[in-house]
């Protein structure tokens, strides 16, 4: 008998030696013979098999280790780095882990975060694939239920992120917010938010959700200006801290931020539309171009053979097998995107509604005058599109909005040939003169755009130019944390720093170009300056830098040239030109408050949008 067998660890020799009796269930076994000699352990093993199999399992795992070690032995091979595995290490190895061991935590917060990040419901974690998964990634994971997840594991994320978007905050000298309201169409609950944007002690931007907190009652003015001021105030937000909030153009949230006493301004896409809506959009002409054409994109959007049909069409007569788009009533850039993808399937579209039945033929049709139209339209619109997609971005600035009007003005000036577009130009320039008008008149316009080394003020009368200066430098002595001395470097400095900015590839026929060709090159100042008034002065003597160029890079590769006015560039140059930020946060938040998350309560919801929105504080 060899009790060096694995098998013995599961079995003793009872007071009578030829029999065995089995440490699991207490079975006695014959252990095949009447004396030591004839004893063998078959019998011991077939019991294991057959009543024990996990166990028999680790029998043989251990008879396989013995082997490969006594192969390696008898070899005279060294195995490196290796040892025989024992049989508590190999149990060790398949025992479960604990709920709160350091390993399982961790596998918690993945789940946790994957839920946050990739808009999961609680309920995956019940889901019979997701469970196979994790028992083949790792069979030791022991799945906890969702109400782990939801009052435990998330809670603990949000408090963490929290404490870390709470730090930078605290941080920033200066905060931009923005803020709205939406309404969950699964169960119309109102929901408010607040995102805040600053520029930080490295001249990067920084930006983060703070909430999107449930909305009960009548939307006020009142009631909407007391919700706005206890999220500022959990957060240990004064309003003195606040450069700006952006907000849409609604009479309750422009009284709410009035009473709240905070420094306010309309969202810039919100007034670019109304624009567009006044001049061009609200034409009887082109109000019923707008209704065929989302009749014709209706029918092929409610009719597979339909659209069967168009791709056939399209491929005969070689053109791209693109969907056309229908467009949302509240977003003037989808009924352009409409228009132009109807102009681009033109051919196809009228083959199609060529060879309907009389019935579609007729309700279909669209006239030559009509297609020149929505040609014309398309034209004029384009530039619009640009710009949208410009201040829609995360790096977009405040900074941009005087400038990019008054290239669009430029742009609409050109000489037209077409008298039929030349009448809805004049009428689109007197819209945008009457909506935009006021913004020359209001100073954070014009410091903004003077603080950016793109723009400075050149784009401004004699006369504006002048009061712009004054008011930038009322700007930087107010926006002083401590009396400071600037020493100017040789202009050389500038020239080469600038040759370290990435520029991107200039757009041939963007509507920009109207701009670049009136910006001068002037020659550089290499004064030194040892007071604000002359370091405004040299920072404005100098030329503007590329518009492709991020104004942070140059600020923070300059600061030192300019250390009082880059405190007011921090302020000035933090603020989004759109409330964009909210609404992208709403959309977040309709994919978590979807049908499948519908019972979640306002907290839980609030946890993971923000820690959606605030990824980048994860890490």
């Known amino acids: 008998?060899?009790?060096?067998?694995?098998?013995?660890?599961?079995?003793?020799?009872?007071?009578?030696?030829?029999?065995?009796?089995?440490?699991?269930?207490?079975?006695?076994?014959?252990?095949?013979?009447?004396?030591?000699?004839?004893?063998?352990?078959?019998?011991?093993?077939?019991?294991?098999?057959?009543?024990?199999?996990?166990?028999?399992?680790?029998?043989?795992?251990?008879?396989?280790?013995?082997?490969?070690?006594?192969?390696?032995?008898?070899?005279?091979?060294?195995?490196?780095?290796?040892?025989?595995?024992?049989?508590?290490?190999?149990?060790?190895?398949?025992?479960?882990?604990?709920?709160?061991?350091?390993?399982?935590?961790?596998?918690?917060?993945?789940i946790g975060k994957m839920i946050a990040v990739d808009i999961q419901p609680y309920s995956i974690v019940h889901d019979s694939g997701f469970k196979e998964?994790?028992?083949?990634?790792?069979?030791?994971?022991?799945?906890?239920?969702?109400?782990?997840f939801s009052e435990k594991i998330i809670p603990d994320m949000y408090d963490t992120v929290r404490d870390r978007v709470?730090?930078?905050?605290?941080?920033?000298?200066?905060?931009?917010?923005?803020?709205d309201t939406w309404t969950a169409q699964t169960t119309t609950t109102s929901f408010m938010s607040l995102t805040a944007h600053w520029i930080d002690e490295k001249f990067a931007r920084q930006a983060a959700v703070?909430?999107?907190?449930?909305?009960?009652?009548?939307?006020?003015?009142?009631?909407l200006a007391d919700a706005l001021l206890d999220m500022m105030n959990r957060w240990g937000i004064e309003n003195q801290r606040v450069h700006l909030v952006i907000r849409d153009g609604g009479a309750n949230m422009v009284k709410a931020i009035r009473d709240a006493n905070l420094p306010s301004v309309s969202c810039f896409a919100h007034t670019l539309q109304l624009a567009l809506h006044d001049a061009i959009l609200t034409q009887p002409s082109v109000s019923e171009l707008i209704t065929l054409s989302r009749k014709i994109v209706g029918h092929f959007r409610h009719s597979s053979s339909a659209t069967s049909s168009l791709h056939a069409i399209q491929e005969q007569l070689g053109l791209p097998k693109h969907q056309l788009h229908q467009d949302v009533v509240t977003r003037w850039n989808s009924t352009y995107h409409m228009l132009d993808r109807l102009i681009e399937q033109k051919r196809a579209?009228?083959?199609?509604?060529?060879?309907?039945?009389?019935?579609?033929?007729?309700?279909?049709?669209?006239?030559?005058?009509?297609?020149?139209?929505?040609?014309?339209?398309?034209?004029?619109?384009?530039?619009?599109?640009?710009?949208?997609?410009?201040?829609?971005?995360?790096?977009?600035?405040?900074?941009?909005?005087?400038?990019?009007?008054?290239?669009?003005?430029?742009?609409?000036?050109?000489?037209?040939?077409?008298?039929?577009?030349?009448?809805?130009?004049?009428?689109?320039?007197?819209?945008?003169?009457?909506?935009?008008?006021?913004?020359?008149?209001?100073?954070?316009?014009?410091?903004?755009?003077?603080?950016?080394?793109?723009?400075?003020?050149?784009?401004?009368?004699?006369?504006?130019?002048?009061?712009?200066?004054?008011?930038?430098?009322?700007?930087?002595?107010?926006?002083?944390?401590?009396?400071?001395?600037?020493?100017?470097?040789p202009s050389e400095f500038l020239r080469a720093a600038e040759e370290q900015l990435p520029t991107k590839k200039q757009k041939k026929d963007d509507f920009w170009n109207s701009w670049d060709q009136l910006q001068p090159v002037e020659p550089q100042n290499s004064d030194q300056s040892v007071t604000i008034e002359t370091e405004v002065n040299n920072y404005l003597a100098e030329p503007c830098i590329s518009r492709d160029t991020d104004p942070l890079d140059w600020w923070k590769i300059n600061m030192t040239r300019f250390p009082s006015l880059c405190h007011a560039a921090k302020r000035y140059l933090s603020a989004p030109p759109t409330s964009v930020p909210s609404e992208r946060l709403f959309s977040t938040a309709g994919d978590t408050f979807s049908e499948t998350r519908s019972c979640l309560n306002a907290d839980n919801m609030e946890r993971l949008v923000f820690l959606k929105a605030n990824t980048a504080f994860m890490h």
Not at 133 to 148: A, G, T
Not at 166 to 179: R, V
Not at 361 to 374: C, D, E, P, R, V
Not at 435 to 447: D, K, L, P, Q
Request: charged residues 20%; hydrophobic residues 40%; contains cysteine.
């Open 133 to 148: 998964l994790i028992d083949v990634l790792e069979s030791r994971y022991v799945l906890p239920s969702r109400k782990f």
């Open 349 to 489: 579209v009228s083959v199609y509604v060529a060879e309907c039945d009389e019935k579609y033929n007729k309700a279909l049709s669209m006239t030559t005058s009509q297609w020149a139209l929505a040609t014309r339209i398309v034209a004029i619109l384009q530039p619009f599109d640009q710009l949208t997609k410009e201040i829609s971005c995360n790096n977009s600035c405040f900074s941009m909005i005087l400038p990019a009007v008054q290239a669009i003005l430029l742009y609409l000036q050109k000489d037209v040939s077409d008298e039929g577009i030349k009448k809805t130009i004049s009428e689109l320039i007197a819209s945008l003169l009457r909506r935009f008008s006021g913004f020359y008149e209001n100073s954070i316009y014009a410091v903004s755009a003077g603080l950016d080394p793109r723009f400075k003020l050149r784009f401004l009368n004699p006369v504006q130019q002048v009061q712009a200066k004054t008011d930038i430098m009322t700007a930087t002595l107010l926006c002083q944390p401590t009396s400071s001395t600037a020493t100017a470097q």
């Open 210 to 223: 703070l909430h999107c907190q449930k909305f009960d009652g009548q939307h006020t003015g009142i009631r």
């Open 1 to 110: 008998m060899d009790k060096r067998s694995p098998i013995w660890n599961f079995f003793k020799i009872c007071d009578d030696e030829t029999k065995a009796m089995c440490e699991v269930c207490n079975a006695i076994i014959s252990r095949g013979g009447n004396s030591a000699k004839s004893f063998t352990t078959t019998a011991l093993n077939n019991h294991l098999s057959y009543k024990h199999p996990e166990e028999f399992k680790l029998v043989k795992a251990q008879k396989a280790a013995a082997v490969s070690a006594s192969a390696s032995s008898t070899s005279g091979i060294q195995q490196t780095g290796r040892t025989e595995q024992t049989l508590s290490e190999f149990i060790n190895k398949k025992k479960k882990w604990s709920i709160d061991s350091p390993e399982a935590q961790k596998v918690h917060r993945a």
């Open 166 to 179: 709470q730090a930078a905050i605290n941080e920033a000298a200066y905060l931009c917010l923005t803020t």
